[in-house]
């Protein structure tokens, strides 16, 4: 099991670096170069090449990869183009706002998804369980900025109850937390939408299972089954939800980071993808596979921990 | 007997509670705006080009003199940091006295004339500035003494005074301070004599600056001054209800003005000079190299129409490429008053009567999006569809310069005289896509003796006919179509006194004073 | 012989379940509603009348008006064929080239199985709307690319669950006994394979069509989506949000109708679901 760990990690190397060279050339061919976005609006033809110039953008373009590729192995992700401040730095501001509103969101997803899942599992095909997947239903068909908005109109502007704007300070916890409630109830309520669908859907596959009819035969009273044995075996499914929906997770955050103006990853990858700022693009797109395939290599560790069943070549 | 005694003791304990909660109640003299922008450029006064950079720079610089505040005319500049100025008869040698005492901020000491002499040569230095090109006439600067500094031209310019004000490359930084830090930490952290001074800077997020102490007109009455970088409307609008924010830059649409008039509590500033919409036609791509066809266009536009759609309080009236506010300008011009039967029957003499398509970037950024979505709209009743990308600002930017586009809306303000808007826009030198180019996207060369007469004529008269020339040229050539002016929209609280009448500033914002304050409840 | 059958029983079943019956007529109604948008839409979507600019909803305007005075309930319906060509168009595309992917993944293991279950890996790290923006980045806004991006975005993933089925299905004896037959490989694949997948892909595909309408609106709500004056639910969304407080229709209508046309696919799914293969999850 331990190799089989660090042989998947080692792939997380390949992986992205599978990754960063796509991202590098697919951003070098887009038309519009990013000295025009640092230099802003009035600047001349002139100081825009001179500008080009000193980013080295003038240079051949496998020169340039090399160059990136030699500069990331020794941990300098470069500078951004247009506030030439070192991408690791920027990335650093704005990380805890982003695994502020994933993680919430998760946690929050799971903390509802997960009991609901059961409590319709069990009453099925009664009223609980077509009101919990109807909501679901609900919470799967609503993007995430619509109900970002929809929130936010209600809570923040017409009942006044949360602030609007931004992250908050990170170093005062009640203004970041007093910020973070909104974003992380619209990711949450859609991640519990997703999370309690599948736990239903697995609660329900175990329900079924002999060992479940043994375990009554034998006498065990009902709780018993349920949370010693059935949910056991939902749990699996439910921790492959943090390997699966980590693409939903991550994705969902960049929309809800710029329906909130949250000051995370998400928000700066839009806006360098719109400024062209290649070297922060690169990074946080980086950033976010890795977060991704990282999640998905915890799921599949997670699993082997619950089930003992599942061996590993 | 006891009764009285808690009686009193109740009281006075309510007395001071009363006191205490009022005082705490006081605001704080701490004002934050927010402003339309993702992040600043630069705050080094040389390299501040966008509308947010200006506003950062304004309270940290002086210059040797400035605009009255809220005011651009160019007859009230005032001495600022120059006490008074003689002039040689021949208007080329300007020795200016500069006030005793001014402190810089964070201890880099006082301000001397070798300071002024550091901060102009920089100023006219293209390594160092982006304004060099303004300073061409520049001879030299010479220290007379601590206190007195000589400049002398090598020829005459339209305006000595108005290239050392408080705009562009007129600011004075602290020779000791570049020096020390190198231009590139300058660059974000900048020293200068200004009432405020740089504190704290976010990147995208935020830069606050904090009182001067040592400001030689006072102290300065704020404490703070946060800018927020807020690009979103919607935001910068539910921060400001929220009172999370004092100023906040606004949209130049009727509808915004009308809702956040309707805030309690709010004023709502609509200043000049005004930004100039105008359409500039890309004689170089066709079908606009026919100059019936750009007649077609320009008649089937109605300027009524987009102000009526844009609002009749953010926008003024504009038919020449210079506003009648700046020196020069002129409506003795070729109208093209809309006219649709017009356009029609020059696009049939032109042979294109079954329409033609054309293709556009634009930016996001709704100062220009809206209007030219409505010309869009204009231009498809008469048959010319417009298929248009929207894209990020910065990229257009960049795109227009490369001459991608056919039509090129085009806002701006300038120095408030004809010269600057009709150089770069109209002066053959600065056509696009050629080693001086600034903005000149129509390709347009028929004026350059014009502009450059005009700009050695000394007498006003003279120099006026000159322009008013060239600006009906321009307009009988149908280069260009001017579309009208819109204001600058500011919605402020109503305890946020800015300490003078906002007329008009070529800064563009609401800008903070010394004597900007919070007044109390 | 067998999936005949089978297919008989999807529909049969179909029809007797209710949530893919009110799923399946709600979508029929929108996708008629977008077919028809020329004829019923009460005014043109793209006309600019600068007199209506924020009107609220009213009898003349059934969704009130934007800030070009255009009226919103025509944009609405317009915008509807924007996000259903999108949404059918790119999970087409991705089933093209996902479904024989996966098959070969699947059916062949060994080298082709690594080749494309490593090409999966890097391509499916990325999340879908991410993926679509880099790709609208840099190839521009249109109907065509946006199709496109989506549509590359989700290949990896109808791989990835085709292979799954590809693979629970290569034990069936009736496979083994084909290949005992001597039944060649391609054979094998368009005979007993795909047919036998179709319950799966079907329910995958309405899923994934789910996905990319919201996927669409997201990315035209970014900013990055079909080119103005035409209507896209996503960025009337957009546009809409900085009027929230002085005409939330602008917002609220478009949502309601990405999220209704979205619950539609989802129900059919979940219908579809219920009947095909149980073993398939999400």
């Keep these: 099991m331990f190799q089989y760990v660090i042989r998947r990690s080692l792939l997380i190397v390949p992986t992205l670096w599978a990754v960063v060279t796509v991202v590098f050339f697919l951003i070098r061919i887009v038309p519009g170069g990013p000295a025009v976005a640092a230099l802003g609006t009035y600047a001349s033809e002139e100081q825009i090449r001179a500008l080009e110039h000193q980013m080295g953008l003038d240079r051949p373009i496998m020169v340039q990869y090399v160059t990136f590729l030699a500069d990331l192995c020794r941990g300098n992700m470069g500078k951004s183009l247009i506030t030439q401040r070192p991408v690791v730095k920027e990335i650093a501001q704005a990380l805890p706002y982003t695994i502020d509103l994933t993680v919430a969101g998760m946690v929050l997803g799971i903390l509802m998804g997960v009991p609901i899942g059961i409590f319709t599992a069990l009453r099925r095909n009664e009223m609980p369980d077509y009101f919990g997947r109807v909501g679901s239903l609900i919470g799967i068909s609503m993007p995430e900025f619509y109900l970002g908005i929809l929130l936010m109109y209600v809570f923040a502007v017409k009942l006044d109850l949360f602030p609007v704007i931004g992250g908050g300070d990170l170093r005062d916890w009640g203004s970041r937390l007093y910020h973070l409630v909104l974003p992380a109830f619209t990711l949450g309520i859609i991640m519990t939408a997703f999370i309690s669908r599948m736990t239903r859907s697995s609660m329900l596959n175990v329900i079924v299972e002999d060992y479940v009819r043994t375990a009554r035969a034998k006498g065990v009273t009902e709780r018993m089954v349920i949370y010693k044995h059935a949910l056991r075996n939902a749990l699996i499914p439910t921790t492959t939800v943090i390997g699966l929906y980590a693409g939903i997770l991550m994705g969902g955050s960049v929309l809800t980071e710029i329906v909130y103006s949250r000051p995370g990853l998400g928000k700066m990858m839009v806006f360098a993808v719109k400024d062209r700022d290649y070297m922060t693009l690169q990074m946080v797109i980086v950033i976010f596979s890795a977060a991704v395939f990282l999640l998905n290599l915890l799921t599949d560790l997670l699993y082997s921990l619950i089930d003992p069943r599942i061996e590993y070549r | ?521 | 012989m067998a999936q005949a059958i089978r297919k008989g029983l999807i529909l049969y079943t179909f029809r007797r379940n209710k949530t893919s019956i009110v799923g399946a007529v709600m979508a029929a109604l929108i996708v008629s509603l977008a077919i028809l948008a020329p004829w019923i839409s009460p005014y043109n979507p793209i006309e600019q009348k600068v007199k209506l600019q924020y009107f609220p909803p009213s009898l003349a305007h059934l969704c009130g008006t934007d800030g070009y005075g255009r009226d919103e309930f025509s944009r609405i319906l317009w915008g509807a064929r924007v996000s259903l060509v999108v949404g059918i168009a790119s999970v087409l595309f991705s089933m093209v080239f996902g479904i024989p992917l996966g098959v070969i993944a699947g059916y062949k293991g060994g080298r082709a199985d690594s080749v494309v279950s490593r090409f999966n890996d890097v391509f499916m790290s990325f999340p879908i709307v991410i993926f679509g923006l880099l790709i609208l980045a840099i190839m521009g806004p249109g109907l065509f690319k946006i199709i496109l991006a989506i549509g590359v975005a989700l290949t990896p993933r109808i791989a990835r669950l085709t292979r799954g089925s590809t693979l629970s299905l290569k034990e069936m004896p009736y496979i083994e006994a084909a290949r005992a037959v001597g039944q060649s490989d391609t054979k094998i694949i368009i005979l007993h394979v795909l047919p036998n997948i179709f319950g799966d892909i079907l329910v995958m595909g309405t899923l994934w069509i789910a996905t990319a309408i919201i996927v669409e609106a997201s990315l035209s709500f970014i900013g990055l989506g079909v080119r103005p004056p035409t209507p896209s639910w996503g960025s009337m969304i957009r546009a809409g949000l900085d009027q929230l407080t002085n005409a939330p229709w602008l917002s609220m209508f478009p949502g309601l109708a990405i999220f209704l046309t979205v619950f539609s696919f989802n129900l059919i799914a979940d219908g579809l679901r219920d009947i095909a293969d149980p073993k398939l999850r999400g």
């Design chain 2, 1 to 521: 007997m006891k009764l009285r005694y808690v009686t009193v003791f109740a009281m006075v304990f309510l007395l001071v509670g009363v006191m205490l909660s009022a005082s705490a109640d006081a605001r704080e003299q701490v004002v934050r705006v927010a402003l339309k922008a993702s992040d600043i450029r630069s705050i080094d006064p040389d390299y501040g080009t966008t509308t947010i950079d200006y506003a950062c720079i304004d309270p940290m610089f002086n210059a040797l003199v400035r605009f009255k505040p809220g005011d651009i005319d160019p007859e009230k500049i005032q001495p600022d940091l120059a006490e008074g100025w003689n002039v040689s008869p021949d208007g080329l040698v300007w020795t200016f006295y500069l006030r005793k005492g001014v402190k810089f901020h964070k201890g880099y000491g006082e301000l001397t004339a070798e300071d002024v002499k550091f901060s102009l040569e920089k100023a006219a230095n293209k390594d160092t500035s982006g304004f060099a090109k303004d300073f061409d006439a520049l001879g030299k600067v010479e220290v007379i003494d601590k206190y007195t500094v000589r400049l002398t031209f090598k020829e005459k310019v339209p305006s000595v005074l108005g290239l050392l004000t408080d705009y562009h490359g007129g600011f004075i930084v602290s020779k000791k301070a570049v020096e020390e830090m190198g231009l590139e930490k300058f660059k974000t952290n900048p020293i200068g004599t200004g009432p405020f001074m740089v504190h704290e800077y976010v990147p995208k997020q935020k830069l606050v600056e904090v009182r001067h102490d040592g400001y030689f007109r006072g102290r300065p009455l704020l404490d703070r001054v946060e800018f927020w970088f807020m690009p979103d409307a919607s935001s910068r609008e539910m921060a400001f209800r929220k009172g999370e924010i004092d100023i906040c830059e606004g949209e130049r649409e009727q509808a915004w003005v009308d809702k956040m008039g309707k805030v309690p509590g709010t004023v709502i500033d609509i200043f000049g000079p005004g930004e100039t919409l105008t359409l500039h036609f890309n004689t170089s791509k066709k079908p606009l190299d026919d100059i019936r066809v750009r007649k077609a266009l320009a008649y089937a536009i109605s300027r009524e129409e987009l102000m009526d759609f844009l609002g009749k309080d953010v926008t003024e009236p504009l038919v020449s490429p210079i506003p009648t506010s700046y020196l020069g300008g002129t409506t003795e011009v070729p109208l093209y008053t809309y006219d649709a039967e017009k356009a029609k029957t020059f696009l049939k003499q032109a042979g294109l009567e079954k329409g033609f398509t054309l293709k556009e970037v634009i930016t996001e950024m709704s100062d220009y999006r809206r209007p030219m979505e409505q010309i869009q709209e204009q231009l498809r009743r008469i048959g010319v569809k417009v298929q248009m990308d929207v894209i990020a600002h910065s990229a257009y930017h960049g795109q227009i310069r490369k001459d991608v586009n056919p039509i090129v809306l085009y806002v701006c303000a300038r120095f408030p005289t004809a010269d600057p808007i009709l150089r770069q826009f109209y002066h053959s030198k600065s056509i696009v896509l050629t080693p001086t180019a600034i903005t000149n996207f129509s390709h347009y060369d028929k004026i350059d003796n014009l502009i450059e007469q005009a700009s050695r004529e000394t007498q006003t008269e003279k120099q006026k006919a000159l322009w008013a020339k060239a600006q009906r040229s321009i307009l009988e050539d149908a280069v260009a179509y001017p579309l009208c002016i819109t204001k600058f929209v500011f919605a402020r609280k109503d305890y946020v006194d800015l300490g003078y009448e906002m007329k008009s500033t070529l800064t563009l914002v609401d800008t903070i004073k010394w004597n900007t304050r919070i007044l109390e409840e």
